[in-house]
């Protein structure tokens, strides 16, 4: 499929990425439709719903950092996060092959030397990475979320999960594991990343120390 233009408000959010986003944005249309990656449905809104919703997550990373997307998927939010924020090291740990391959092919395609893809399951790498931020998208509920992503985690580091409208719902159900887990604090943040409407709802972790 052919991947919708790139609309005046993406073009400024990426900025001097904007061509290599405009390229990936081919590649999710093109073989990550193919390959079953991402629905056909979803093509009409890439822009919107995918790649402006995980570029909202950027400016919630803190300056340059270690991160590690859990769950990367055919890249959302992680790729574009390696696009955006160049002097972060970006691991997209996903345990599905034919997802790994899809990543490597973009990240080799679209030149993206501080990103990386490492296929394990969470419970596999935990102990073996230790990242400043650790993202998610569409990956879990929020309460099994956080126990991989803590293992992935250094102390006091952040776990930033997008979540959408029921996010304080999840926030209120998972109150208890978390507590258990010893995330110290816990926010629902509104990310517009200046130009992104509807904005991502992301809920923020922060690990004990």
Request: aromatic share 2%.
């Amino acid at each position: 499929m052919k991947a919708p233009g790139m609309p005046e408000a993406a073009r400024e959010v990426f900025g001097d990425a904007a061509a290599k986003a405009e390229r990936y944005a081919e590649l999710l249309a093109g073989p990550g439709v193919e390959r079953g990656l991402i629905g056909p449905n979803e093509v009409p809104r890439l822009w919107e719903r995918h790649l402006l919703n995980s570029a909202a997550v950027a400016g919630l990373v803190p300056g340059p950092c270690s991160l590690v997307d859990l769950g990367s998927g055919a890249g959302l939010p992680g790729i574009v996060l390696a696009l955006l924020l160049p002097d972060s090291a970006v691991t997209l740990l996903e345990p599905a092959l034919r997802r790994t391959i899809f990543l490597e092919e973009c990240v080799a395609d679209l030149g993206l030397s501080n990103a990386r893809v490492w296929r394990a399951r969470a419970e596999q790498a935990a102990g073996a990475l230790a990242a400043d931020v650790v993202t998610a998208r569409a990956v879990a509920p929020l309460d099994r979320l956080a126990a991989l992503a803590l293992g992935l985690l250094k102390p006091g580091g952040i776990v930033l999960a997008v979540k959408g409208a029921q996010a304080e719902a999840e926030v209120q159900a998972a109150g208890e594991a978390l507590r258990r887990l010893g995330v110290r604090d816990v926010e629902v943040l509104v990310a517009r990343g200046g130009k992104v409407d509807p904005a991502a709802t992301v809920v923020r972790l922060t690990a004990g120390q």
